[in-house]
């Protein structure tokens, strides 16, 4: 029987990913899930399995993942299996080929898994109906929560508003700065960011309003105590709305920065493919979508003009309902275990698969103040493989060059003068 190893190079993904994880733990098979960055930086007990493991099974949220593990180990050396960390359709990696880097893929609607096996019939990857497990364990967050009061880890001038006037808005990715400064500034609103736009919140700031970044722990009970949201086209707004009876749709090309991750004619109302969901023949309807200016105009009023309906979900853009105890995604991962047995020779463990990553990731962390591109560990993963130099020698040679980089120079600049502090193990 095959190990299965669920890893998240994000938090986000790690959040899609354990309720799917605590599915596959009740079963006999070898499970462990952890976070790629984090292991790889202590040279974890989950990342040394993993390097360890001869042909282990690989459970992953984003196709990007799978970039960070093949510079750890060969692609042909393990199962890749994707599920997803969300059910929005709109962005353009939900249809991209990079799904073609799996072995196998769950996919969370009928919708996303109907438009890949038209847009890939030669494909490589097989293509399975999953579900969203997340979306289960949030529902139940919120039920929970609701008839309760307001926990302290909300802002406090929102959980002493008249629970009326609780307004939560939610921004998928590429939010435009100005755009938001532009929104209204009131007792009771909450503009909730995504995770990878945290920096967002040292350049902006509300007198009035609270300015979020999203986390499991305070996305359910803002949800649950919200009177009405307002959503984009964020997986969390499709995912309110079939919880929350009073969900709006926000759509318009303004909320955004230049390089964000949707087609421009889904957003251009002069279009034939505005508002329709890309590569498909479903199109969100005009009475459920508020622009930028209808948004203001509610949240400055404090309610939403009787044009507007709340988002009523098609279903082809749910998962499928669920009559068993275990969600498709787990039942299909826990076949794929069972089912293959063959071991694929050749694979060897090296130490500097361990320590090269630990050494990379600390290195970014510090001079950069993120963790690596999944291009530049590979990079230097290779160039600390083949160097002739020694490790130390290497190694400080990386060091000086992203020291010296245009982004470490920024990130330096930022910061003020500070030393590092090398340690020699």
Not at 22 to 39: D, G, N, Q, T, Y
Not at 49 to 74: G, N
Not at 312 to 321: D, E, F, I, K
Not at 324 to 351: L, P, T, V
Request: contains cysteine; hydrophobic residues 35%.
């Amino acid at each position: 029987m095959r190990s299965i190893f669920f890893i998240a190079s994000e938090e986000k993904e790690y959040v899609c990913l354990a309720p799917l994880y605590s599915e596959v733990s009740k079963s006999k098979i070898s499970v462990k899930i952890f976070k790629f960055f984090e292991e790889a930086e202590t040279s974890g007990s989950g990342f040394l399995s993993f390097l360890d493991d001869p042909y282990p099974i690989v459970v992953v949220a984003t196709p990007s993942t799978l970039h960070y593990i093949s510079s750890v180990r060969p692609r042909w050396s393990y199962t890749a299996v994707g599920c997803e960390h969300g059910i929005s359709p709109f962005k353009k990696f939900t249809y991209s080929d990079g799904f073609l880097d799996y072995d196998h893929y769950f996919a969370p609607t009928a919708l996303w898994l109907n438009r890949l096996q038209a847009l890939y019939p030669d494909r490589r990857t097989h293509f399975h109906q999953g579900d969203y497990p997340r979306l289960e364990e949030l529902k139940g967050d919120v039920q929970r929560l609701q008839g309760t009061d307001p926990p302290d880890r909300l802002p406090e001038s929102w959980r002493n508003e008249n629970p009326k006037i609780r307004q939560l808005v939610v921004f998928t990715w590429g939010i435009d700065e100005q755009a938001l400064r532009s929104l209204p500034d009131k007792n009771g609103i909450v503009y909730l960011l995504h995770p990878a736009q945290a920096e967002l919140t040292q350049n902006v700031s509300f007198e009035n309003a609270s300015l979020l970044v999203s986390k499991p722990e305070i996305t359910s009970a803002l949800i649950a105590f919200a009177n009405v949201v307002f959503g984009d086209l964020s997986s969390l707004t499709l995912e309110t709305a079939y919880m929350h009876p009073k969900t709006y749709l926000v759509l318009d090309r303004a909320l955004y920065i230049k390089d964000h991750n949707l087609d421009e004619e889904l957003l251009d109302r002069g279009s034939k493919y505005y508002a329709m969901i890309p590569q498909t023949d479903l199109r969100i309807e005009d009475r459920y979508i508020l622009d930028l200016s209808n948004l203001r105009r509610c949240l400055a009023d404090g309610e939403v003009e009787d044009s507007f309906s709340a988002l009523s979900l098609n279903a082809r853009l749910l998962p499928p309902n669920r009559s068993r105890e275990n969600s498709f995604c787990a039942e299909g991962i826990m076949e794929i275990a069972n089912s293959i047995h063959e071991y694929k020779a050749g694979w060897e463990q090296r130490d500097y698969r361990s320590v090269v990553p630990k050494f990379l990731v600390e290195a970014y962390r510090a001079i950069l103040g993120r963790d690596p591109d999944h291009e530049g560990l590979r990079t230097y993963m290779q160039i600390l493989q083949d160097s002739d130099e020694t490790p130390l020698v290497a190694g400080l040679s990386i060091l000086m060059e992203l020291a010296r980089s245009e982004e470490g120079r920024a990130v330096a600049s930022r910061r003020g003068i500070s030393w590092p502090q090398i340690v020699i193990e």
